[in-house]
């Protein structure tokens, strides 16, 4: 039974730049969260899907968007970057019993 | 809405001594609760969680926690601490299996020799 994995681990962008970031789910999982996790914080929840369809959403803006594709792999959109973006971004899923299962994360430097 | 507060951004014990992290909730139903665990550069791992059935969970690695409905709380304790337990410890709500996951802003634990 494969974990979750996120690539890339690490990125530095700059200002303005967009960044995808993905998520392979752990296997029979059918649901994905996205979390945000600025240094010395806890994770910020930033939307979950389930089956391809949002199913939530923290107090993100826009410029985060996702997609879930049919294997319910998932990925993260940030556009026009801000400094305040840098941040570990964790990825985890789960299946109907509600247990999330973390990724390592992908940290984002934006300079 | 539901939230966590975790009394104390860093906690250090000694080598042996009891390990004792604070969290309190909020919820307006009955929450299930959870404690993660974060080593430096990984992501978290699930020490224990609570889902309404026995009121004292216990977790991995001799952790365990006790869901008090009349103080609010879900602090997690472990009896002789290791110095591998030095870790940061986020406790975290949910309302139910379709919801999301609301983390604390966490507890460093520093362990002494």
């Known amino acids: 039974e494969t974990g979750v994995t996120q690539s890339p681990t690490h990125l530095i962008k700059t200002r303005g730049q967009q960044v995808t970031l993905r998520c392979s789910s752990q296997?029979?999982?059918?649901?994905v969260s996205w979390y945000q996790q600025a240094l010395g914080q806890g994770p910020q929840f930033i939307f979950q899907?389930?089956?391809?369809?949002?199913?939530g959403r923290g107090n993100f803006p826009p410029r985060f968007s996702g997609l879930q594709f049919p294997n319910y792999s998932s990925e993260l959109n940030v556009n026009a970057l801000e400094l305040d973006d840098s941040a570990l971004y964790l990825c985890?899923?789960?299946?109907?019993?509600?247990?999330?299962?973390f990724g390592e994360g992908s940290r984002l430097t934006v300079l | 809405a539901q939230s966590v507060t975790q009394l104390g951004s860093h906690v250090s014990v000694s080598e042996g001594a009891l390990v004792l992290l604070r969290c309190n909730y909020s919820?307006?139903?009955?929450?299930?609760l959870f404690w993660y665990v974060q080593y430096p550069n990984q992501g978290l791992q699930l020490l224990l969680k609570?889902?309404?059935?026995?009121?004292l969970v216990k977790g991995i690695n001799g952790f365990e926690a006790e869901f008090k409905k009349s103080e609010t709380s879900f602090h997690l304790t472990k009896p002789s601490a290791h110095m591998s337990d030095a870790a940061e410890y986020f406790c975290a709500v949910t309302l139910g299996r379709d919801d999301k996951i609301i983390f604390g802003k966490g507890t460093r634990l520093h362990i002494l020799p």
């Open positions: 985890a899923s789960s299946s109907d019993a509600g247990e999330l299962f």
């Open positions: 609570y889902t309404s059935a026995a009121t």
């Open positions: 899907y389930y089956r391809e369809e949002e199913n």
């Open positions: 296997s029979g999982h059918n649901t």
């Open positions: 919820s307006s139903v009955p929450p299930y």
